[in-house]
């Protein structure tokens, strides 16, 4: 098997998983008083150190959650509702047009349900939000918006934005700011402290961690409404018993792929770009969506977003899963539908090549067979869905 | 069915229970399956809604679930547009016609066994398997014409449906369930761990899952009124256009007078340019003569007169025939009155076998008398 899908989820690091199943025959509730719970505690509070220590934030500032989503909707909502009831004239939401559906979509239902007023700041041809172009809708609006959030690195095609520049914007107009940095971390520096953002996300599975739990990095200043009440966990902000084998094997994984970035940045890049320039010479009308390879630090190592013209994604990828080669298409409906991806979309790609398009995504296990399999298998691949595209086209 | 030993076959998997055990079959069998369910509905998030209709968010799951199971690939393949465009839209302009489509057919004709199967050919795949209940031999697995026969199971027989195939489309067909009772596809799915197996049959059309088809049409056919007129050529009724009725219907006519005799009266005729339902009494609807349009052959043109049976409607409808060609299509003399004769629907013609009846051809209905 060839797996380049790790920006969907990439394998547990062995420590990572080590550190789970030890962790998974103790009993402890870390909100007990007893010494089991005490010992739980303890292991969740030094957890909470390494993963604040390893992204340049306090321990405090660490609010565990169960992943991305979560993290996403607690800021997105949690720092709207908090910066509203602070001034009820804030009622206008400002996210990216490249953001993950859980940003996205917590935006959009606080436009449905919340009366809030949604602006979706454009990107550039290479997904990139110009941090005048936030100045411009914040200038627009003055003292009425109440949260801005824009991803450090897009899911699909990898670009990095200038989070620290935004959040600099979003500041002078007195507007917290947040980050979906789920792609970011372990894939390229974070640091939290120096980033100048409110809020940022990060979840296990995406840099060799478990799935199913995750943290929203919180500045202490930051006035955050909870979605989840109850207990009173987590700074009161995100109530529920803490998974205590989840929460150290994040911290496990999150030291071990920071402290691997360079390394990893450097084996990822070169292979990427090996990558894409034989996949080129094989198809030459493929075309890379995203920032060129020739600006690195502006785009995560491991992606390469290619699309393929006079091909259907859904094609490709059926072609290469019969080949041993897991990518991505990018998004689909419910009912399982390929649908156009907004990302792209939003990036001026038209409809036809934004469907023929496939996220090759490397990580920490990636080796050089993996790209040679893909370039091996992309010419006939590319030339049989062509086949079926014009076979779909009326004559 | 094959005989050429392992294909590559693309399962089509609507979610119900035959075409998921079609495609356990087809596995079992050697070959190579790839599952893919068809999104046929422009909105393929919507929840199903009370009756069964296809290409629900729930079909898809359930066909997937059964795929996993199974072991086997599986996709979504979005046909959402083509399935308008050939399959809704005239389906439609049809009725605005004043004629009674058959919407599973085009399906077959224009989806499942055109846009899939040209597509599954082009990416690689040798034939399209579906849940039908039929019989198919000497298909394009292998050199020999193939011939199309009713399924064993005579409640659940779809050789009707399929009989406006042509010999190309069929050669890319692969029907595994044609030998099986229904009961025993529900066993058998049952038996491989397969949750449909206890699900509803599908009886409805699956873009109106309502129900509802002349709610469905009123939302689509402008208001095109005219009168109902009898035999006599009185005016015995008004209505808002002829596509709120099919030939041979009874009910729902809204005539208030009473026929002469007291006798119920049907819908006779259609007729769009005037405008005209023609009703009467039910002898009326006998129909001993009709002629088809767009002939399609599984066995060489007769180039004389074909005595054979001829089945007018899915289910139901047959009787012994002899079918001339003509420069129009084929006219078709029937040994026995019919009755509820719609032009639109298919005049599929069948020759006795205790095999099974085998498919020699098919038309589309243009005219009856």
């Known amino acids: ?395 | 069915m094959s005989g050429q030993g392992p294909m590559r076959v693309l399962a089509a998997m609507s979610g119900g229970v035959d075409s998921a055990v079609a495609a356990a079959r087809l596995r079992d069998a050697g070959h190579d399956v790839t599952g893919v369910h068809l999104a046929l509905s422009a909105k393929p998030a919507t929840m199903r809604e009370g009756a069964r209709g296809c290409c629900s968010v729930e079909d898809s799951r359930d066909a997937r679930r059964c795929a996993d199971v199974l072991d086997i690939p599986f996709y979504v393949w979005d046909l959402a547009a083509r399935f308008r465009e050939d399959v809704v839209e005239p389906f439609v302009a049809e009725y605005a016609a004043g004629r009674t489509p058959n919407p599973c057919l085009r399906c077959n004709e224009k989806i499942k066994f055109s846009a899939v199967l040209e597509r599954a050919r082009a990416l690689g795949f040798d034939a399209v398997g579906t849940g039908h209940y039929a019989r198919l031999s000497g298909s394009a697995t292998g050199p020999t014409r193939p011939v199309l026969r009713r399924a064993a199971d005579p409640d659940k027989d779809q050789s009707y449906v399929l009989g406006v195939l042509r010999p190309d489309q069929l050669d890319g067909a692969l029907f595994p369930l044609g030998d099986t009772p229904k009961a025993e596809v529900r066993a058998e799915a049952a038996a491989r761990g397969l949750v449909v197996a206890e699900k509803p049959d599908s009886h409805d059309i699956c873009f109106i899952p309502s129900g509802d088809t002349r709610g469905f049409l009123a939302e689509r056919i402008d208001e095109a009124p005219g009168e109902m007129v009898d035999p006599s050529g009185a005016v015995v009724g008004h209505h808002r256009g002829v596509h709120d009725f099919t030939v041979g219907q009874r009910h729902g006519l809204g005539i208030r007078r009473p026929a002469p005799d007291g006798r119920p009266r049907y819908v006779l005729g259609l007729e769009p340019v005037s405008r005209t339902v023609r009703v009467g009494p039910v002898e009326d609807l006998d129909v001993t003569t009709l002629s088809g349009a767009d002939p399609v052959w599984l066995v060489d043109p007769p180039s004389g007169p074909l005595d054979c049976v001829v089945q007018v409607r899915a289910h139901g409808g047959t009787a012994g025939a002899t079918v001339r060609v003509t420069a129009d299509g084929v006219d078709v003399a029937l040994a026995e009155p019919l009755r509820g004769v719609a032009p639109g629907q298919a005049a599929v013609f069948y020759r006795p076998d205790g095999g099974g009846d085998v498919v020699l051809g098919s038309a589309t209905i243009a005219a009856t008398a």
């Not at chain 1, 095609?157 to 989070?163: K, L, S």
């Not at chain 1, 790609?349 to 934004?354: F, I, K, Q, S, V």
């Open chain 1, 1 to 395: 098997m060839t797996y380049l899908d790790h920006a969907a989820t990439t394998p547990m690091l062995p420590e990572a998983a080590a550190t789970l199943t030890e962790a998974l025959g103790r009993v402890g509730n870390a909100s007990s008083l007893h010494s089991a719970g005490r010992r739980a505690r303890r292991a969740v509070e030094e957890s909470r150190e390494t993963i604040a220590q390893a992204v340049g934030a306090l321990p405090s500032e660490v609010v565990l959650a169960t992943g991305g989503t979560e993290a996403d909707n607690l800021a997105v909502k949690g720092l709207y509702w908090a910066r509203r009831a602070d001034d009820p004239r804030r009622t206008r939401v400002v996210v990216s047009a490249a953001e993950h559906h859980a940003v996205l979509d917590a935006a959009e239902w606080l436009a449905e349900h919340e009366g809030a007023v949604l602006h979706v700041l454009e990107v550039d041809a290479q997904g990139r939000v110009d941090p005048e172009t936030l100045r411009a809708t914040l200038a627009d609006h003055p003292d009425e918006v109440a949260v801005v959030s824009v991803m450090w690195a897009n899911n699909e095609v990898g670009t990095v934005n200038d989070v620290r520049a935004l959040a600099e914007v979003a500041h002078a107009a007195g507007v917290p700011f947040h980050t979906d940095a789920v792609q970011a971390v372990g894939a390229v520096p974070v640091d939290f402290a120096t980033s100048g953002v409110d809020a940022l996300s990060l979840t296990g599975h995406k840099l060799g961690g478990p799935v199913g739990v995750g943290a929203l990095l919180l500045r202490r200043d930051a006035g955050c409404t909870p979605l989840l009440h109850g207990g009173g966990q987590e700074r009161d902000v995100r109530s529920g018993t803490l998974d205590v084998p989840g929460t150290m094997s994040l911290a496990t994984a999150v030291r071990a792929a920071v402290a691997d970035v360079d390394r990893r940045t450097a084996t990822l890049t070169a292979l990427r770009d090996d990558l894409v320039a034989r996949v080129v010479a094989r198809v030459p009308d493929a075309r890379l969506n995203g920032v060129p390879l020739d600006r690195p630090g502006e785009r995560l190592p491991g992606n390469a977003h290619l699309s393929f013209p006079g091909c259907e994604g859904d094609s490709l990828l059926m072609l290469l899963d019969a080949r041993g080669i897991e990518c991505s298409t990018g998004s689909a409906c419910t009912a399982g539908v390929a649908r156009p991806s907004h990302v792209l979309l939003a990036m001026g790609l038209d409809e036809d090549l934004a469907r023929g398009s496939l996220r090759f995504s490397l990580g920490h296990n990636s080796t050089p067979s993996d790209v040679d399999a893909v370039v091996e298998a992309i010419g006939p691949v590319v030339e049989r869905a062509r086949r079926a595209g014009q076979a779909l086209e009326r004559t």
